[in-house]
């Protein structure tokens, strides 16, 4: 642990800052404020990070994982007064801050509001980014602690808005901390108390294995579309089932299309179909022209919420899948896996696809999967006649070599 002794911040004393290093996915941080009597009137423990989904010049969508805050600073962090609460100011990276405000009413505190600003300008975290410039979420929260108590949630929790999602997790805070005190006694988020009677985890060196999902049926088949100025400009027609690896625990989950919305665009080189229900914010599939002859799925894009409260969150923007030419559609009524990454992939099951200039609101002729494998199977079986060919050759020449030096043994 760091710690940093900063000099004293008008209206809020002097402010005791330790950084914790923590995972590449996370880092931790630890604030004890103070006031100008130096006792302790704020603290908080916690880790977070941030998922932003974005829109690229090129009309792609984008996802980046903000997590790196090591170079923090807590200007505007406060007390509070007579007029206003205490508040937790963090800025980090270029343009980027987060905002806690606290309010009191009678013997409780409440973690009021929970701000987060970004700025699509750097282009280092956000390249080609379509919209420039800085965009706030604001959540209110209004969570109501006992005054005398530190609120704990070691559980992951999440808040969501305008394609940001906000990831929380080993919070530890006291907005008003009583005559300098912090205080031992609890109050524990809902998870946690879930939680309270299950036995501890040792760490341990030795990674522990993952964990097999029980086989799941095969999902039921639905039809989805994207409708423009035009009429139908794409048509889908699939099953899906998403195959998710996260804290070494994998799952699997069946789409439903009962449940299921869909919506997308349609432009003369990319269209996207996008997929959302109760537990899935959003499933992108993104096709693009290539050649200017053939279409192909190039990015898969998913968010969604786990069955443990947590978030997956998963980008993919170079594959190169489902390959037809254009004014066709693409078939393949067998299982197919399209593996956006190690820790996701999606099979499919009588799949058709046509992004791109669908006709009347029908499919065209389809180009089936089964021709990729008789493709694969030509040069295999020319390759084998060719080889065939050589050996007759070469046994020819033998012979005929044979032949040659017995005749010369006659003389």
């Not at 409780?108 to 987060?116: R, V």
């Not at 009677?197 to 294995?209: E, G, L, Q």
């Not at 639905?222 to 009429?231: A, E, K, T």
């Not at 089932?241 to 996260?246: G, K, M």
Request: proline residues 4%.
């Amino acid at each position: 642990m760091v710690c940093f002794r900063l000099a004293p911040v008008p209206g809020s004393g002097l402010l005791l800052l330790c950084l914790v290093l923590g995972a590449v996915s996370s880092y931790a941080l630890e604030l004890n404020l103070t006031d100008s009597e130096n006792a302790t009137c704020l603290y908080a423990k916690w880790q977070m990070n941030f998922t932003i989904r974005y829109e690229t010049t090129d009309k792609h969508n984008k996802t980046v994982t903000i997590s790196d805050l090591d170079a923090a600073t807590y200007s505007g962090s406060s007390c509070g007064d007579d007029q206003n609460g205490p508040k937790i100011a963090v800025q980090f990276g270029f343009g980027f801050s987060w905002i806690v405000n606290f309010t009191e009413e009678m013997s409780f505190y409440s973690i009021d509001n929970i701000s987060f600003s970004y700025n699509t300008s750097d282009n280092t975290t956000f390249p080609d980014a379509k919209e420039k410039g800085i965009f706030t979420v604001s959540n209110h929260v209004a969570f109501r602690v006992p005054l005398n108590d530190i609120f704990r949630c070691n559980s992951l929790s999440t808040l969501g808005k305008n394609d940001v999602v906000q990831h929380y997790w080993d919070v530890h805070v006291q907005a008003f901390v009583q005559n300098g005190t912090v205080s031992t006694k609890e109050f524990l988020c809902d998870k946690d108390k879930t939680l309270t009677t299950v036995p501890p985890i040792v760490p341990t060196t030795v990674p522990s294995p993952t964990t097999t999902p029980s086989p799941k049926e095969k999902p039921e088949v639905g039809s989805y579309s994207v409708v423009n100025s035009n009429g139908t400009c794409l048509l889908a027609t699939m099953g899906l089932q998403l195959n998710i690896t996260h804290d070494k625990v994998a799952s699997v989950i069946n789409i439903n299309p009962n449940t299921t919305n869909f919506t997308g665009s349609c432009h003369p080189q990319t269209a996207l179909l996008r997929l959302s229900s109760s537990s899935i914010k959003y499933l992108d599939f993104v096709f693009a022209v290539k050649n200017e002859n053939r279409f192909y799925l190039k990015e898969v894009n998913v968010s969604m919420y786990l069955v443990n409260g947590s978030v997956f969150s998963m980008a993919n923007n170079n594959l190169s899948y489902w390959d037809a030419p254009l004014g066709s559609s693409y078939m393949c009524n067998k299982e197919q896996t399209v593996s956006v990454s190690g820790a996701f992939q999606i099979n499919t099951f009588d799949l058709r696809v046509q992004p791109f200039n669908v006709m009347e609101g029908k499919y065209s002729t389809a180009q089936d999967c089964s021709a990729d494998d008789d493709n694969f199977l030509v040069p295999i079986a020319v390759g084998a006649a060719l080889a065939g060919v050589l050996i007759l050759v070469l046994l020819a020449y033998f012979i005929g070599l044979k032949r040659h030096h017995a005749g010369y043994e006659q003389f």
